[in-house]
């Protein structure tokens, strides 16, 4: 055998060991390179890689920079001709590149020299069903002479050999899910179908209060004008404590009147009663008077139980809620009309108030918690006892059904009356129903079905 030949034979060997030995993609770009001038004679090898064929090694250079200008000078041109060498390889492009100018006075011209750009793509078929390439990269030569014969087939081996060294890392180091999906179509369907039927708990928000349980409403019980009001909004009081005085000047002076007049009447009885002792036909004037006294009596009583009226006692103990007493002093109020409330700090539920867009299907006492918006971190649990059926429409609020929620779990530092939202849980339903419920609504409504 030829010495040069078993040269070659020995240095091809060596290369194969070293592209085995890469660890990274970067030392196989080197080692293709570097090892390559024992094999083929070039000014330079240059390996550009992956899909947007980035520059990233060279012969006889330790580190590229691919914001030089000849960096992208060579990366423009290899990815306008990649196409033609995937058809035709290897490609040989002749280019002409400028020598640098002398300095001005000197007896040198500028001169240019061709050179051959030689491309060999190297890519690879990883899906047997469909032929599909993958780009991984492209091998370049510049030299001064087209590739003999003999030289094609070396480039071509070595080509092939830094490709099972990229697709040996690539199988090790990435993992495309893509490709795993691709070869397992039955396997990707079963998984979906059992992820679509996967049951969850089907839930729903909506804004809710801590209310109290029966409170005792505190309304007038006569017509008038709130004079004063005596306890504090959210004050503890006992049972029949004063909470508020309506004004009393009217029924006061009728009072007066009517005393003055049974004093009068008192008298006037008085000396019927003498009168009838000298004179026994006036025993009618007698039974007048006295008439005409129980009458101012009796006016009295029904005065002075007006005058209680004015004044509103607390029907149990409790606590007192209303707004600010500013807005209710001096305002007239009628007969029957509600001023405040007594509760019970400790009975207490929840109210929500479920939108008919937001309507599911509640099972019995259905879980209840509820989210405070002055603390969210302390969330109050309970169940379900109330459903209505009928719908009502506050001020700027959808449709709405009124629910009540008795409290499990409660949290004391949560007060009374207290607003936030409330996430009730229904039955368990199928994934793809939970999640495509609010859409077939919609689209239902949309079509008319």
């Given at each position: 055998?030829?010495?040069?030949?078993?040269?070659?034979?020995?240095?091809?060997?060596?290369?194969?060991?070293?592209?085995?030995?890469?660890t990274?993609?970067?030392?196989?770009?080197?080692?293709?390179?570097?090892d390559?001038?024992?094999?083929?004679?070039?000014?330079?090898?240059?390996?550009?890689?992956?899909t947007?064929?980035?520059?990233?090694?060279?012969?006889?250079?330790?580190?590229v920079?691919?914001?030089?200008?000849?960096?992208?000078?060579?990366?423009?041109?290899?990815?306008?001709?990649i196409?033609?060498?995937?058809a035709?390889?290897?490609?040989?492009?002749?280019?002409?590149r400028?020598?640098?100018?002398?300095?001005?006075?000197?007896?040198?011209?500028?001169?240019?020299?061709d050179?051959?750009?030689?491309?060999?793509?190297?890519d690879?078929?990883?899906?047997?069903?469909?032929?599909?390439?993958?780009d991984?990269?492209?091998?370049?030569?510049?030299?001064?002479?087209?590739?003999?014969?003999q030289?094609?087939?070396?480039?071509?081996?070595?080509?092939?050999?830094?490709?099972?060294a990229?697709?040996?890392?690539?199988?090790t180091?990435?993992?495309?899910?893509?490709?795993?999906?691709?070869?397992?179509?039955?396997?990707v369907?079963?998984?979906?179908?059992?992820?679509?039927?996967?049951?969850?708990?089907?839930?729903?928000?909506?804004?809710?209060?801590?209310?109290?349980?029966?409170?005792?409403?505190?309304?007038?019980r006569?017509?008038?004008?709130?004079?004063?009001?005596d306890?504090?909004?959210?004050?503890?009081?006992?049972n029949?404590?004063l909470l508020?005085?309506?004004?009393d000047?009217?029924?006061?002076?009728?009072?007066?009147?009517?005393?003055q007049?049974i004093?009068?009447?008192?008298?006037?009885?008085?000396?019927?009663?003498?009168?009838?002792?000298?004179q026994?036909?006036a025993?009618?004037k007698?039974?007048?008077?006295?008439?005409?006294?129980?009458?101012?009596?009796l006016?009295?009583?029904?005065?002075?139980?007006?005058?209680?009226k004015t004044?509103v006692?607390?029907?149990?103990a409790?606590?007192?809620?209303?707004t600010?007493?500013?807005?209710?002093?001096?305002r007239?109020?009628?007969?029957?009309?509600?001023?405040?409330?007594?509760?019970?700090?400790?009975a207490?539920?929840?109210?929500?108030?479920?939108p008919?867009?937001?309507?599911?299907?509640?099972?019995?006492k259905?879980?209840v918690?509820?989210?405070?918006?002055?603390n969210?971190?302390?969330p109050?649990?309970?169940?379900?006892?109330?459903?209505s059926?009928?719908t009502?429409e506050?001020?700027?609020?959808?449709?709405s059904?009124?629910?009540?929620?008795?409290i499990?779990?409660?949290?004391?530092?949560?007060?009374?009356?207290?607003?936030?939202?409330?996430?009730?849980?229904?039955?368990?339903?199928?994934?793809a129903y939970?999640?495509?419920?609010?859409?077939i609504?919609?689209?239902?409504?949309?079509?008319g079905?």
């Open positions: 055998m030829d010495a040069r030949l078993l040269k070659r034979l020995n240095s091809f060997l060596a290369l194969e060991k070293n592209l085995r030995q890469a990274t993609v970067s030392q196989v770009a080197q080692i293709a390179c570097s390559s001038q024992f094999l083929l004679n070039f000014d330079t090898c240059l390996f550009f890689s992956g947007k064929l980035t520059l990233i090694a060279a012969s006889n250079v330790s580190t920079d691919t914001s030089a200008s000849d960096a992208q000078q060579w990366q423009t041109l290899v990815r306008e001709n196409q033609r060498s995937k035709q390889a290897p490609l040989e492009l002749e280019i002409s400028p020598q640098p100018i002398e300095p001005q006075g000197s007896d040198k011209t500028v001169c240019k020299s050179q051959l750009l030689v491309l060999m793509p190297i690879s078929i990883t899906n047997t069903r469909s032929d599909k390439k993958v991984l990269g492209c091998l370049a030569l510049l030299r001064r002479h087209p590739l003999s014969q030289e094609q087939e070396i480039f071509r081996e070595l080509t092939a050999a830094v490709r099972q990229l697709l040996a890392l690539r199988g180091e990435s993992f495309s899910l893509r490709r795993w999906i691709q070869r397992r179509p039955l396997i369907s079963a998984l979906l179908l059992a992820t679509c039927l996967f049951p969850v708990r089907q839930s729903v928000l909506a804004p809710a209060s801590l209310a109290a349980v029966d409170p005792r409403i505190v309304s007038a006569t017509d008038g004008v709130i004079r004063s009001i306890v504090l909004p959210n004050a503890r009081v006992a029949a404590q508020f005085t309506l004004e000047a009217e029924v006061t002076a009728e009072i007066d009147r009517v005393q007049e004093a009068l009447y008192n008298e006037r009885l008085r000396m019927t009663r003498q009168y009838n002792f000298q026994a036909s025993g009618y007698l039974a007048q008077a006295e008439t005409d006294l129980s009458i101012r009596k006016d009295l009583e029904f005065q002075q139980s007006q005058l209680e004044r006692r607390a029907p149990s409790g606590v007192a809620i209303y600010d007493p500013a807005e209710w002093i001096g007239r109020i009628r007969a029957g009309e509600k001023v405040m409330e007594i509760v019970q700090p400790h207490r539920q929840i109210q929500i108030n479920l008919t867009s937001d309507a599911i299907a509640l099972p019995n259905a879980q918690v509820f989210y405070a918006e002055s969210p971190f302390s109050v649990e309970g169940y379900l006892n109330y459903h059926l009928l009502s506050g001020e700027n609020q959808p449709a059904y009124r629910l009540l929620a008795t499990e779990q409660d949290q004391l530092n949560i007060k009374i009356n207290t607003r936030g939202h409330a996430r009730i849980y229904g039955a368990r339903v199928p994934l939970y999640l495509l419920r609010r859409p609504s919609t689209a239902r409504r949309w079509l079905i």
